[in-house]
């Protein structure tokens, strides 16, 4: 992270970070053959994962010592997965049928304690005994229980005609007594058009020819307001410790933590998915060609409230989105001999995302989450986070700054900005929406090579159309070192007709930045030495390696921070796109040797 108080060394060679992870896997099923065709299963999964983690920010790790502190967290978390199904098959001439039913459940907990320390004096003990205030204490215990049943029929008839049909009923912890339940069916049907009698002699040069055509329902009963609590029981009315002053003395009780909502209901998507998948040549080029439409209806999230009821915001179901596009898929075996082989892969998406309906929250505003007053708009027809505000007209001269010294590569931090409805002010009827988050395209490129013992590969990867809100400009900018609070002067300079034509960068289109990226991805070279040259020493296989990522990545020009990539974790579904210049993306070269007895 950026900052102007804070030296960027510091903030990495003055903090010690740790983290202790143990995690255990176990699966284990018994499966039964009750008769021909039919069998009964029943597995048992179970991850159990253990965390300790301390974060000791020294004393010189910021410019002020009383930031120094230490904190302590300690994270249980337990899944356990049951599945019981009972799967019927029979083939009777042409035909092929295949019946599942079966039931699932689910149980997580997550246990987590959390302690702060600050007013540390020096660096000579770090953890809480060298704390002069233990400043918060935090403990939950969270319990989610999902259960579900599900049927799935399948039916080929000679190998050319498909049909898949399946239908789930979910219920979930996290939603109210009236509403735990979900119902999601789907359907596809496919057509193996290389099977037919004008195609099927035709396979050196039509190996492959698919045609299918999917609809169904998915549920989703994830989300996060930042509080374990809240996302574990949002029906419920939870109540959290508090202290009130009654008396003249503190007195203990609670408060509220959450507006309760019993009507809240599972999100659901539903997506229509036509596609092809093709084979030529002897299967020599393949690949698919597919388009979607993802309707998610029901959207869980957080939506702002009067302040009357004394919170800011509650989780709702709210609206529907629409994200459509293409995916396609290209691979082919440029080159097949017994010495030398060459193969390329060609993946690319296109994606468009757009707000259906929002109810009465249509047009709704959002703030960032680093209080610059940065804002998103929710509008209809639009993207569902589009970024919004003002549109830079031109720069303010440096001899309106309040200071006199200018930082290199200083920016102002106001600038003039567009009377885009033309009334002579500027008010926010002359913001406008500054763009969005979301990529027209992604693709990747990626070959392989192999030349006797030796294999090459490398991937080439980009994103286009994307953009981000890139609020660490303010701090590269030091925008405060270029403030102006003599607006008046401006205004008889005859710069600007009204004071209002001064706004804050940090609220226009300065900062929303092209997000596009074009990087070498990896790269992999690696020697197999052969078995003949083994077989003496008793070893099975040897493979010495090189690999390495990132070795090139290109930002746009108007990008100025590290990672064009990453998103803050303060973001949002309806605030979405925003980082503070971004964490550097690592340049990463490993070597290495694999040996198999």
Known sequence: RTSGDMNPYAQYVEREHYEYK??????????YKIMDGLTAKSSLGMTIENRKRTRYNGTLHHASASRASYQLQNRVRNRLISDNTINYSKVVNNHDFNVLVGATFQKRQV??????????????????????????????????????YFARVNYAFDN??????????????????????????????????HNEKFLVDRDDVVSRLKFRVSYGLTGNENFSVGDDIINAYPYLALLNTSNAVTGGGITPGVSALNIANTLLQWEASREFNPGIDF?????????????????????????????VTGFDAGIVNLGEVENSGFEFELRTRNVASSKFKWSTTLIASTN??????????????????????????????????????????????TEYYDSPYIPINGVSEDVIVKDLNGDGLITNDDKTILGDPYADLIWSLTNQFEFRNFDFSFMIQGSQGAEVKNIGDQYFGTHWQGSTTDVEAVV???????????????????????????????????????????????????????????????TSDEYNGFNPEYIDTNNSPRAYGSQRAGTPLFRTVTAGVNVNF
């Open 22 to 31: 143990t995690k255990l896997l176990a699966r284990t099923y018994l499966s």
């Open 111 to 148: 246990e987590n304690s959390v302690i702060d320390g600050t007013g540390y004096a020096n660096d000579l003990l770090k953890n809480l005994q060298g704390a002069t205030t233990v400043s918060e204490f935090l403990e939950t215990n969270v319990e989610k229980n999902k259960i579900g």
């Open 160 to 193: 050319k005609y498909l049909v898949n049909a399946s239908f789930r009923r979910d219920a979930s912890s996290v939603f109210g007594v009236d509403s735990k339940w979900g119902n999601f069916p789907a359907i596809s049907l496919g057509w193996n058009a």
């Open 279 to 307: 084979g030529f040549i002897d299967n020599r080029v393949t690949g698919s060609i597919d388009y979607y439409i993802r309707t998610s209806d029901q959207l869980l999230l957080e939506n702002p409230v009067s302040y």
């Open 352 to 397: 468009k995302n757009e707000l259906l309906s929002f109810g009465e929250s249509d047009g709704a505003l959002l703030e960032d989450g680093f209080g610059r007053n940065s804002q998103w708009i929710n509008s209809i027809g639009n993207p569902i986070s589009s970024f919004y505000g003002f549109v830079v007209d031109q720069q303010l001269a």
């Open 492 to 554: 008889d300079a005859g710069i600007i007709s009204d004071a209002s034509f001064l706004q804050k960068r940090i609220w226009t289109d300065d900062v929303v930045q092209s997000a596009g990226y074009f990087s070498l991805r990896n790269i992999n070279i690696g020697y197999n030495f052969s078995k003949d040259q083994l077989s003496r020493f008793g070893l099975g296989g040897i493979r010495v390696y090189a690999s390495a990522q990132n070795l090139i990545y290109k």
